[in-house]
């Protein structure tokens, strides 16, 4: 044993017995806070703890979490006794928890309704109590509620915690028709696969459960899903499968992360699971139907419903134990070790599943999972171990880069232990190396494909999902780097964005016996000098629903090509500067501090540069309940240093519920009196801030291209809208994307029209310009994980000075970016000039303005239409057959005479192909509010006020595209004046009403 495990053991061997305990007081200063990476609680909170686990309840007032109310779980840890993670320095990863009845919340906001009922002085449990009415989950839903008469509900929920366990109960009664809360009531039936949950919910009777928001730290799991619940999800998408009507039944829910994992369950039944991501999660546990009268109970009339919340070491084993203890369910104990075939070298990390029944008969995806020596482990021995119900069971190993690993049959009796022996293959392993033409490593992103076209990697056994079908992908700025992949052919696809070509590998071997060494070559081709490449919403593990650690995020930047990105986490301020600094990225990166305001129904708002309180918990961002946007705006301007002025833009602005132009109805075809037409939709009506006197643009940018969502960015017409209706060809993405002056003149005569309901970005931003708005458009990646939304892609070229980042300054950043020097992209670099003045400029024409439009790409991506936009209509188009240059692939100086005043805008785009650099969507984005209105539109008396979703691509190839800022031409010299909208533009028709349906 070396020394430093001696001494390891040593100190676990002192460390003294801790007697059984549970505690509940109000959180005094920072010292008490649990802390890491998700951790929300401030002082002035609650805090549960006991011998096992610690537990952090917001006090009343108003979620800084992905919650809305005060009163919820938000910090969860074990009880760590290591120094280390004292004094608010723990390993919290968990989002939120908070309980849901009839898909209302417990409205807790003001002072008292959060209070200890119990501080486990006495030797019993602690408890703490929420008291509140409620309400809509959504301002739409109260809407709703209005028209199905719902009667009104008290709620009481207990956090229990007992001395000595590592769960929490969850007690909820529910008090029916105005009465006074109740504390106890009848016990509610568990729910079966067979429950009408939304009809039980919105006419007849009472569901109860639990928002379970594991958060994007920790991979969620569930049994006879496994780790995968994109997959499960997409499937019963692909299906039809109405998840509200039709949902997945579960024994339990759990996520695991590093060193913590958390589980939920109902007490004596299943869970019904209607929404089900890491971040959106709906645990349904109890349901009793109404006695058939429209008040479903007489008033008074109160149910009781108990869930239990556990926290376990970093995998889905120890969180399960509480949970299986908690429901008292017969169990034996499982251990063993998990070790390499033909070397007996322990393997730590490698998952452990467990199926049910013999390995003949198990069913397709896992009930359980360890991790070998998961947690602190002081001697990583391949160790696990845990509780499973009593019954035949098949466990298996599995390590991902690893061929899987034989199955063994156990037999788990109650009360005893089964030890097993489990082993995994040999592995290959390759050495990659990434240079550029000079021979010096730069930071870049590596995809490796196995040969025969399929991944290696099992996404339900907690491998993650890549799209496009890589086995690995690898991101690095200090090369060579070493990849563990099962043996077989690969290739090698070296990227660095798009200014670089791509460096692609021969066919090469991975074999168990040896390392094998490739190297990849990226050339820059794409001369963007003068313009530095920037991110601008960018999301770390300080968001709630992010996965990316700092230094992934920082070293993912870099290898993506990105010099300038801002921190924009939601609701929180978080410096990367220091991790540049770390890692010596500084000569490749700079970087912001930003945030992203996240209310959920108003839109989202982003601002840099803002100044980081480092003691505040959310790094001194503000609280934005009951602010209206404008109050938002200011805000932002609040907390930056005194004497800046942030950059701030509206984010994703037709994102449905998240959506500011969606949620305030801005009107892209009209104008009164030369400005915006801002008219809500119905189903906001009821949202006290959402009303027309409230909308501003005081904002300096519209984010017209977001992550990739190519469905948001234009307003296709309405044949292109009712041919993808029909086929649902992902492939009509690019035809959505483009205009043709036959489209164009086909407008202006009437014969076309634009698609109703499907409102563009793009399309929004050309109106804005046209009533004389000047907003810089920007695109950013809304980065949240590292291959899921690519980071740097979307981006903005910046005008600068330097191409250097180390010398990059903030000010000058801001001072192009308010110039509107600027081009958005998703791979084509666009160079705009008018009269030999820039992208962003005003200048005076008496006559004749020659235009140079250069558009330029590298080679391994096809560019082949280019527009030009005069007052948001198309003026020229040219298709690119055979570009000048392999790079340069269109080069024009075309002359323009405005008769009037005018803008001009250039796009540039090309057929699908920027995989594996930017992979493909393959997964359907699907909006929250398309989720509710799916949920709720079989309701009789509601569907009359809800609307299908109109069909547009969700999954797609992504398309080449790319957007310049405008140049404005002040015709006269007399100053500039708005055009105003053309007249071509109208509103389209509802095509239902033309059919007469």
Not at 195 to 215: K, M, N, Q, R
Not at 684 to 709: C, G, Q, W, Y
């Amino acid at each position: 044993m070396s020394l430093l495990l001696a001494l390891v053991a040593l100190l676990v061997a002192c460390a003294p017995e801790q007697e059984p305990f549970a505690r509940a007081f109000v959180i005094e200063d920072r010292s008490q806070l649990i802390g890491g990476p998700k951790a929300l609680a401030s002082p002035g909170d609650w805090m549960l703890e006991n011998d096992r686990i610690r537990i952090a309840v917001l006090d009343a007032g108003y979620s800084p979490g992905p919650s809305i109310y005060g009163g919820s779980v938000v910090d969860a840890d074990l009880q760590r006794y290591d120094p280390a993670f004292a004094h608010g320095q723990g390993a919290d990863l968990f989002a939120e928890l908070f309980c849901t009845a009839n898909m209302n919340l417990m409205e807790a906001v003001e002072p008292g309704q959060v209070e200890i009922v119990a501080d486990g002085s006495d030797g019993g449990p602690a408890t703490i109590r929420v008291t509140a009415g409620a309400r809509g989950f959504l301002s739409m839903l109260d809407a709703l509620w209005a028209l199905v008469a719902a009667p009104d509900l008290q709620i009481v929920t207990d956090y229990v915690l007992e001395p000595g366990v590592s769960f929490l109960r969850i007690r909820t009664t529910v008090t029916y028709g105005g009465a006074d809360p109740q504390l106890d009531g009848e016990p509610m039936p568990p729910v079966d696969g067979d429950t009408p949950l939304i009809e039980t919910a919105i006419s007849t009777g009472l569901v109860v459960g639990d928002f379970f928001l594991s958060g994007g730290s920790t991979d969620v799991f569930a049994p006879g899903i496994g780790f995968d619940e994109g997959l499960a999800v997409f499937e019963a998408y692909e299906a039809g499968r109405n998840l509200f009507l039709d949902p997945f039944v579960v024994d339990y829910l759990a996520s695991a992360g590093s060193h913590t994992s958390y589980g939920y369950a109902s007490v004596d039944g299943p869970l019904l699971v209607p929404m089900f991501t890491s971040n959106q999660t709906a645990g349904i546990a109890h349901a009793v139907e109404g006695d058939g009268s429209p008040s479903r109970f007489p008033a008074g009339t109160a149910w009781t419903s108990e869930r239990v919340f556990s926290v376990g070491d970093g995998d889905i084993g120890s969180a399960l134990d509480g949970l299986l203890e908690a429901r008292h369910i017969p169990r034996g104990e499982v251990v063993g070790r998990v070790t390499e075939a033909t070397t007996g070298r322990s393997l730590s990390g490698a998952h452990v599943f467990a199926w049910r029944g013999p390995p003949e008969t198990r069913e397709g995806r896992p009930w359980a999972e360890w991790r070998t020596d998961v947690g602190i482990d002081e001697v990583p021995d391949g160790s696990f171990g845990g509780d499973l119900p009593s019954g035949t069971w098949t466990l298996a190993a599995h390590l991902a880069g690893r061929p899987e690993g034989r199955p063994v049959q156990v037999e788990v009796v109650p009360g005893d232990r089964v030890r097993v022996a489990l082993e995994l293959p040999l592995a290959g392993q390759v050495e990659i190396d990434v240079v550029d033409e000079v021979g010096r490593p730069v930071p870049a992103k590596v995809s490796l494909f196995a040969t025969s076209g399929s991944s290696t990697r099992n996404t339900v056994l907690g491998d993650g999902w890549i799209s496009g079908g890589a086995s690995e992908v690898l991101f690095s700025a200090t090369w060579p780097v070493t990849a563990t992949l099962p043996t077989g052919e690969y290739t090698a696809v070296a990227s660095r964005g798009p200014e670089y070509e791509l460096g692609r590998s021969r066919a090469f071997l991975v074999s168990d016996h040896e390392t094998t060494r490739v190297r990849l070559l990226v050339i820059r081709s794409v001369d963007t000098t003068g313009f530095v490449a920037a991110d601008l919403h960018v999301h770390c593990d300080a968001s709630f629903d992010a996965e990316v650690p700092r230094t992934d995020r920082v070293v993912g930047m870099a290898a993506e090509g990105v010099e300038f990105f801002t921190s924009n986490d939601h609701d929180i301020l978080t410096i990367y500067a220091p991790t540049v600094d770390d890692l010596g990225l500084e000569p490749w990166l700079r970087t912001e501090v930003g945030v992203e305001v996240t209310p959920l129904e108003l839109g989202h708002f982003l601002g840099f540069p803002l100044s980081r309180d480092p003691w505040s918990p959310t790094g001194g961002a503000f609280g934005w309940d009951e602010m209206e946007p404008e109050d938002i705006l200011e805000g932002l301007r609040g907390i930056a240093d005194e004497g800046v002025d942030p950059f701030t833009t509206v984010a994703h602005p037709r994102d449905g519920i998240l959506g500011y132009f969606d949620q305030f109805g801005l009107d892209p075809y009209a104008s009164d009196d030369g400005d915006v037409v801002v008219v809500p939709p119905i189903l906001s009506l009821l949202h006290p801030l959402i009303h027309a006197d409230a909308f501003t643009l005081e904002m300096d940018a519209v984010e017209v291209f977001n992550s990739k969502r190519m469905e948001l960015i234009r307003t296709p017409t309405q044949a292109e809208a009712s041919a993808y209706a029909v086929d649902r060809d992902a492939d009509r993405i690019q035809d959505m994307l483009t205009r043709t002056l036959e489209e164009q003149e086909a407008l202006a005569d009437g014969t076309l029209d634009l698609a109703y309901g499907i409102l563009g970005q793009v399309d929004d931003w050309f109106t804005l310009l046209n009533l004389g708005y000047r907003h810089t458009a920007v695109g950013s990646s809304d980065s949240h994980s590292r291959t899921g939304t690519p980071a740097g892609w979307p981006r903005t070229y910046v005008a600068s000075e330097t191409d250097q980042p180390a010398y990059l300054e903030t000010d000058a950043v801001l001072e192009a970016l308010r110039a509107h020097r600027a081009v958005v992209t998703y791979g084509p670099f666009i160079r705009f000039e008018a009269d030999g003045e820039p992208v962003g400029s005003e200048i005076v024409a008496h006559g004749p303005v020659s235009l140079h439009i250069q558009v330029q790409a590298p080679t391994w991506f096809d560019v082949d239409h280019v527009e030009l936009y005069e007052n948001g209509t198309l003026l020229r188009e040219w298709t690119v057959d055979v570009p000048p240059d392999p790079i340069v692939r269109f080069d024009e100086v075309v002359e323009v005479e405005p008769s009037r005043d005018a803008w001009y805008v250039v796009v540039a785009n090309g057929p699908a192909g920027l995989d594996p650099a930017l992979p493909d969507e393959e997964r359907p984005y699907i909006q929250l509010q398309d989720v509710v209105i799916e949920a709720l539109s079989p309701i009789e008396a509601l569907s009359a006020f809800l609307s299908e979703p109109i069909p547009r691509p969700r999954a797609y190839p992504m398309v080449p595209y790319a957007l310049t800022n405008p140049i404005w031409v002040d015709v006269q010299g007399d100053g500039w004046t708005a055009p105003g909208l053309p007249d071509w533009l109208r509103a389209p028709p509802d095509p239902s009403e033309q059919d007469g349906l």
